[in-house]
Nanobody, 126 residues
Framework: QVHVAQSGGGSVQNGGNLTLSCVVSGSTSVANCVAWFRQVPGEAREGVAA????????VYADSVLDRFHISQDKDKNMVSLQMKDLRPEDTAIYYC???????????????????WGQGTQVTVSS
């Protein structure tokens, strides 16, 4: 049974930094995609960043490129999302998700991910 547990998040002012972490347990797969999504109430959930576990190759949404950094610690089964220069439009609930075995070619497609974290609020005030 795969389980995704998130931590981090909170409230910061415009230009601040936060880090989110995600620990995936119960899986022996070494090649999969772990992604971060975010959702504002009333809007569609959008992909923010993802990392291919086998190679550590990251991908990012244009809106967060050069501000967010996704990384993994294989020993801890952890994926982290470092968020810098946060803006009010980054305010959302952030979710970590793990795909079935495979790459990140379709990383923004939610149906690729059977396992999701509980979500964590990120609030950026102006």
């Amino acid at each position: 049974q795969v389980h995704v547990a998130q931590s981090g998040g909170g409230s910061v002012q415009n230009g601040g930094n936060l880090t989110l972490s995600c620990v995936v347990s119960g899986s022996t797969s070494v090649a999969n995609c772990v992604a971060w999504f975010r959702q504002v109430p009333g809007e569609a959930r959008e992909g923010v960043a993802a990392i291919y576990s086998l190679t550590g190759t990251p991908v990012y949404a244009d809106s967060v490129l050069d501000r967010f950094h996704i990384s993994q610690d294989k020993d801890k089964n952890m994926v982290s999302l470092q968020m810098k220069d946060l803006r009010p439009e980054d305010t959302a609930i952030y979710y970590c998700a793990r795909s079935r075995p495979g790459n990140c070619n379709y990383w923004t497609t939610q149906s690729v991910y059977p396992w999701w974290g509980q979500g964590t609020q990120v609030t950026v005030s102006s």
